[in-house]
């Protein structure tokens, strides 16, 4: 079965900060993973999702999360976050193949940001 | 439609009640899943749809939940004799599915149904 970790569970950065939000995946086959965001108030989205190809996957809202299998990450990223970025980040998997397609998701991690 | 709708968006229910909460996937979508986000502990699988196949229930936490499709479109979920602890936010995901290429699609998911029991 595949499982999702989500060491950070709240986050407080100040506008300009630098953001990494870290996701590990056990799973021992070829997976799909993604972020997904809940901002306040609103329904889950997708941020970007990575299948295959290039690792570093670029998503909305300038966030990226790059693949590194031997780690079994997928950690997120941002260069510099805005105040509007708060929000729960979740983190998922699920079996690219020979499997329920049935996504697993992490616990989240809350964001805030100070601006 | 444009998107996954749920409903209703609120409900607050006695203990020991009856429930049914309802989700009206995306046109097409063929895969519809259950989810329930409690506070601090993320998003729990219920259970999963896919076209005419046998549902995965795998993720009902007990025999007071279950849930339906019909037509391959809109589900129902029900849960039966409501208990304080099923109070959570329910939510409905719907994916479209082509061929090889039914994993390559992310999931759409509805505002959900916030559920109350008092």
């Known amino acids: 079965a595949q499982s999702v970790s989500q060491h950070n569970h709240h986050v407080i950065l100040s506008e300009a900060a630098s953001l990494e939000l870290g996701c590990n995946y056990s799973?021992?086959?070829?997976?799909?993973l993604f972020w997904y965001v809940q901002y306040p108030g609103q329904h889950l989205q997708l941020l970007l999702k990575y299948f295959s190809g290039d690792p570093l996957v670029k998503g909305i809202k300038g966030f990226e999360a790059e693949f590194i299998k031997s780690k079994f990450s997928f950690n997120l990223r941002k260069p510099s976050v805005q105040w509007s970025d708060t929000a729960e980040y979740f983190c998922a998997v699920n079996a690219a193949s020979g499997g329920s397609y049935i996504p697993t998701f992490g616990r989240g991690t809350s964001l805030i940001v100070h601006p | 439609g444009a998107g996954v709708s749920q409903s209703p968006s609120n409900k607050v229910t006695e203990k020991g009640k009856d429930v049914e909460l309802r989700c009206d996937p995306i046109?097409?979508?063929?895969?519809l899943y259950w989810y329930r986000q409690s506070l601090g502990q993320g998003l729990e699988f219920l259970i999963y749809?896919?076209?005419?196949?046998?549902?995965?229930k795998s993720g009902l936490p007990s025999d007071r939940f279950s849930a339906e499709r019909t037509g391959g479109s809109v589900s129902t979920l029900t849960i039966q004799r409501t208990q304080q602890e099923d109070s959570a936010v329910y939510l409905c995901?719907?994916?479209?599915?082509?061929?090889?290429?039914?994993?390559?699609?992310?999931?759409?998911f509805g505002s959900g149904t916030r559920l109350t029991v008092v």
């Open positions: 749809f896919q076209g005419n196949s046998a549902p995965d």
């Open positions: 046109s097409g979508h063929t895969a």
């Open positions: 995901a719907s994916r479209e599915a082509l061929g090889s290429m039914v994993a390559h699609y992310g999931y759409t």
């Open positions: 799973y021992g086959g070829t997976v799909n």
